[in-house]
Each structure stands twice: as C-alpha cells, then as structure tokens.
C-alpha cells in the first residue's frame, strides 16, 4: 500500500562508518530523488535519476554515491559519515523528468545521527 | 545555493482564524507548489500552480501564482487543529529542480 518507502526511518552511527539508505517506489514512476533536510527544516536536493540514469547531481560530496539498481529503487550510500551529515534525508519519486506537471511524492524521511 | 524566502517563519494562532502566508524569490518560476509537512512525515503536495495570477483553491487552503512570477502566497480559511505543521512553497523554471522556501511552522491552539 505505501507509495515511497524508505529504510531505515532511524539511523545512528559512529563517525567514519559507512552506512546505505534504501528507497523504493511501487507507484510506476520513472523518476526518483533523494533530498537532504537540515536541522532548520531546508530541504534540499542532492540527486536525482530518470530510469536508472542520473540526471541531477547538486554539490554534493563524493562521500555520497546513489545507486539505482531499477527504476523502482534508489539507494543512498555514505561513506566515512561526519557529523555534518546528521540530517533528515528524503527519498521522492516522480512520473516523469523534472517539469511543470509531475507532483513529488515523497517518502517518510531517514533521521540519520551521527556521533 | 538559492532559497526561498517565506514569511512569517513560525505563527501560532487560535482554532477558527484564517492564516496568511508568503513566499518571495529573487528570479521568476514557471510553477510555484506549496506543501505541508507533518511531524516525522515527508512533504506531501497541497496545490500546483502553473500561470501568473493563477488562484487555486483546495478545501479551505487557497493559493496564488503572483503577477512578478517572484512571489506566490497561501491562505487558510478557518484552521483546525489538524493544520499543524511545516509549510513550504516551491518554485521550478521548467523542467530544472525544485527550490524549497524555509518553510512556515504553524502551530493552532483549541
């Protein structure tokens, strides 16, 4: 029944660990992204795919790697987590690319602690 | 990198009153979007706006794409308990990503 689903919702580590977020969509939709949401609540994009290709790519650091086995998955690798990436991440899909007419929907949030 | 300037940043009222918000860029939008987010939730999308002077109404939540294209606000009618949470306007120019606003943190008292 659920849309966008993300696992964990809870997430706390040491830093210098390595951790996966995973994201998985049964709505058909072609397009996926993973938002960043810090502690003032601003989010903000940092990937996004269109059938397994990336097609944007934010300054983010290259600690982070997306991984889109299939269409209906997005995964988010961290390696080496530091205390700067404590944060909400969000996991979004979309029918299409990016435009006027195709709503986000978006998934529960991953609440990552890092220590 | 940009950011959406809303206001107020947090207002607290009393059931029944209508509430007021906006939201202003400095560089024009194609769609202006405005969602609500619930605690421990992920945003969820309230309107789409996709033409200057566009009026959208969805229940007691009303929206408008400003005439500048630099702008668009969000009204709610007569709020109940159920419309606490984080408020956020988006823009897009056209097929490029969404620009969250920094939200609006409404609490409504009984």
């Known amino acids: 029944d659920t849309a966008v689903s993300q696992t964990p919702k809870y997430l706390v580590t040491q830093m210098g660990n390595d951790k996966s977020i995973k994201c998985e969509q049964n709505?058909?939709?072609?397009?996926m992204y993973w938002y960043k949401q810090d502690s003032k609540k601003f989010l903000k994009i940092m990937f996004s795919y269109n059938n397994k290709e990336l097609i944007i790519n934010e300054t983010v650091p290259n600690r982070f790697s997306p991984k889109s086995p299939d269409k209906a998955h997005l995964n988010l690798h961290i390696n080496s987590l530091e205390l700067g990436d404590s944060a909400v991440y969000f996991c979004a899909s979309s029918q299409g690319r990016e435009s006027s007419y195709n709503e986000q929907f978006f998934g529960p949030g991953t609440r990552l602690t890092v220590l | 990198g940009q950011q959406l300037n809303q206001s107020p940043q947090s207002m607290f009222i009393q059931e029944g009153e209508d509430v007021s918000m906006n939201c202003t860029s400095s560089s024009i939008f194609n769609t202006w979007l405005w969602y609500k987010q619930d605690p421990g939730e992920g945003p969820v999308l309230l309107i789409a706006?996709?033409?200057?002077?566009e009026l959208t109404s969805n229940g007691r939540l009303t929206a408008q794409f400003g005439i500048t294209r630099k702008d668009s606000f969000l009204n709610i009618s007569a709020s109940i308990p159920s419309d606490v949470g984080i408020y956020f306007c988006?823009?897009?120019?056209?097929?490029?990503?969404?620009?969250f606003g920094t939200g609006t943190r409404l609490q409504v008292f009984p």
């Open positions: 709505l058909g939709h072609d397009t």
């Open positions: 706006l996709y033409k200057a002077g």
């Open positions: 988006a823009g897009q120019r056209y097929t490029d990503k969404l620009i």
